[in-house]
């Protein structure tokens, strides 16, 4: 796996952690980052959360030079400085770092991860957007320009995912033995469904580790159903309401904001037929399942 890879993976892993109180700037990336418990406004913490997973994997040299910032302009000016920052949007790619500028300044505000892009817009994966690492559909306009981070592996992969993961074997196809070098998301997309609904199976509580010779349940096995009068299958219901998609949305925060619980975004991709990377955009409508079930 290359470099960019194993950032994304680790970033994937992560998403949905918070911070505790929400608005506290109380999160885990700040206290490595410190070396120390700190909250309050001025532990904005967008900038951290990328120099954490870089420092994870001890690849600090390939972000800013080894530099240690918590700053986006710092990062912009780095990018500027040593030919690594780019602004033409044809040439984004997956594991680009983008800036964004909110006030229109031309000072950078804030950063995410590129995990997928299209041309005109694309997802990317932040920390401290809405309090949580959470994973959001950018458009172009929305981006001041991206670094691209020194990865030792310069070849940055398809969207496919590489790897030791493979199908379940045909003795046991509702079961999948964990091997090294995989994650939840991974097998999961092998497998044709999310980490989400693994993570529910199997109990697993994020920031979802799996470890080498582990169990994952695939599917949950259906409890023999009691007998029952036959009835004629019915579609499922929707709510009558059609939501219009606006700017920054994501499935997740519709999610939350239709069912108080975001991991229900799945039933709203589902519903809509929106398949994988879920790029979702403004003035687009989306049907809501009644409960997101």
């Keep these: 796996m290359t470099d960019v890879e194993r950032i994304i993976e680790l970033a994937r892993k992560q998403i949905g952690v918070s911070e505790q109180p929400a608005g506290s700037n109380n999160v885990k990336y700040n206290t490595d980052y410190y070396g120390h418990h700190v909250e309050g406004g001025v532990y904005a913490w967008c900038c951290v959360f990328i120099w954490w997973l870089f420092d994870f994997y001890h690849l600090n040299s390939e972000f800013c030079g080894g530099t240690k910032t918590a700053y986006c302009p710092f990062v912009v000016n780095w990018a500027k400085n040593n030919g690594a920052w780019i602004t033409d949007p044809s040439k984004f790619q997956r594991g680009d770092l983008?800036?964004?500028?909110?006030?229109?300044?031309?000072?950078?505000?804030?950063?995410?991860?590129?995990?997928?892009?299209s041309g005109a817009s694309g997802q990317a994966i932040e920390g401290n957007c809405g309090d949580a690492v959470t994973l959001i559909t950018r458009s172009v306009g929305q981006i001041m320009g991206a670094y691209r981070p020194a990865y030792r592996n310069t070849e940055i992969p398809a969207e496919t995912p590489t790897g030791p993961a493979e199908s379940a074997s045909d003795d046991n196809p509702n079961e999948y033995t964990v091997k090294q070098g995989d994650s939840l998301w991974l097998i999961a997309t092998l497998h044709g469904t999310t980490y989400q609904e693994l993570a529910r199976i199997n109990d697993i509580a994020p920031p979802y580790i799996?470890?080498?010779?582990?169990?994952?349940?695939?599917?949950?096995?259906?409890?023999?159903?009691?007998?029952?009068?036959?009835?004629?299958?019915?579609?499922?219901?929707?709510?009558?309401?059609?939501?219009?998609?606006?700017?920054?949305?994501?499935?997740?925060?519709?999610?939350?904001?239709?069912?108080?619980?975001?991991?229900?975004?799945?039933?709203?991709?589902?519903?809509?037929g929106i398949q994988p990377p879920y790029i979702i955009h403004a003035g687009q409508t989306l049907r809501i399942p009644k409960g997101g079930d």
Aim: proline share 10%; hydrophobic share 35%; aromatic share 12%.
């Design 98 to 117: 983008f800036l964004y500028d909110w006030n229109g300044d031309n000072v950078a505000d804030h950063i995410g991860l590129c995990v997928s892009w």
């Design 210 to 272: 799996i470890h080498a010779g582990q169990k994952i349940k695939l599917r949950e096995t259906p409890a023999e159903p009691a007998p029952t009068t036959p009835v004629s299958p019915s579609k499922p219901s929707y709510t009558d309401e059609i939501y219009v998609v606006r700017p920054l949305d994501t499935l997740w925060g519709i999610a939350q904001e239709k069912y108080g619980n975001g991991w229900r975004w799945p039933a709203i991709a589902e519903a809509n």
